[in-house]
């Protein structure tokens, strides 16, 4: 392999560095992987040959520069989504030096590596009431095999403030006594409780399609492992129909993580501690959690109404008393 092959890289990126030597989770594996397509396509048609004869040379700060542009004016990504794009290609940079495959990339490497994140506004964080909560629930139908599925996903989901890829991947082997199982991001484990009545749907639904102990639980109908993009999908057309009898829902951008953030809100305003939410979602450190404060308003009136508004003295009578102001303000 000539040193400025780039494709000959990229596989000893992916099956030798982020699996053998870094073991990263295939979820981390497959965003990275997502980078690269798009990278490859970018620079093939921006040097006008095929992905198999790229180099080195093609991979230039002026290149990457430019693929960010792309995903951010052509592709519509966010800002977020631009870093984490810019994340990926840097350990692939870091990667290439480490493998001294030449001297003259250190330097166009360093300056790889020099391109910032870009910041971004964050939002608060958006959550659903009980209320809302209930009425997208309602929305699915449970006469058919899909809606009955998704209102059990959906249910959980509020129930454990499950990631929707930690949801994705349970299996029956998963849930003990009133409790699952989840794996979080970083491999990092935890149990949450459930309550008993979505116990026993689960129960219910896994003993009528018959799942094993190992299959997965949330399927499609041909017993297919069920998408992000397809359960986005499904609660799409639930907040749609939901909407005729929850005007609250309209206009608003609700996704499978506003769940997670629905739990998290109704913890809070229950009174459970910070620490203890932190440990409930998996976060790695509790400051994540701060975050539900800053979108709790009720919080923040009841703060309100420790503080006590300073009392402010009017002048009006004095200056209606004064003859001399009120000669001046008739001139």
Known sequence: ??????????????????????????????????????????????????????????????????????????????????????????????????????????????????????????????????KEVEAVLAAMDERTFSGKRDRLLFTLLYNTGARI???????????????????????????????????????????????????????????QTLSRDGAAFRLSLAVRQAEQKCPSLKGRRITCHTFRHSCAMGLLQAGVALEVIALWLGHAKPLTTHGYIEANLKMKEACLKRLTAPKLRSHQKSQNSSRLLAFLRAI
């Open 165 to 223: 890829t930690e949801a994705l991947q349970l299996r029956p082997r998963d849930f003990m006594h009133r409790s699952v199982h989840l794996q979080g991001k970083g491999r990092k484990d935890r149990s949450v409780p459930l309550w008993p009545h979505v116990e026993r749907l689960l129960s219910r639904w896994c003993r009528e399609n018959k799942t094993g102990p190992d299959e997965l639980i949330f399927t499609n109908r041909l017993r």
């Open 1 to 130: 392999m000539r040193n400025d092959e780039l494709p000959e890289l990229i596989q000893r990126f992916f099956t030798h560095y982020l699996s053998a030597q870094r073991d990263l989770s295939q979820h981390t594996q497959r965003g990275y992987r997502d980078t690269f397509r798009l990278l490859l396509g970018f620079l093939a048609k921006r040097n006008n040959r095929t992905v198999d004869q790229l180099t080195l040379e093609n991979l230039s700060p002026a290149a990457v520069l430019a693929f960010l542009d792309f995903l951010e004016k052509q592709r519509a990504n966010s800002s977020r989504t631009r870093n984490l794009r810019l994340a990926a290609v840097r350990t692939f940079v870091r990667f290439v030096i480490g493998e001294a495959v030449g001297v003259s990339f250190i330097a166009v490497g360093h300056r790889i590596l020099a391109i910032p994140q870009k910041k971004f506004a964050k939002p608060v964080l958006g959550f659903l009431t009980r």
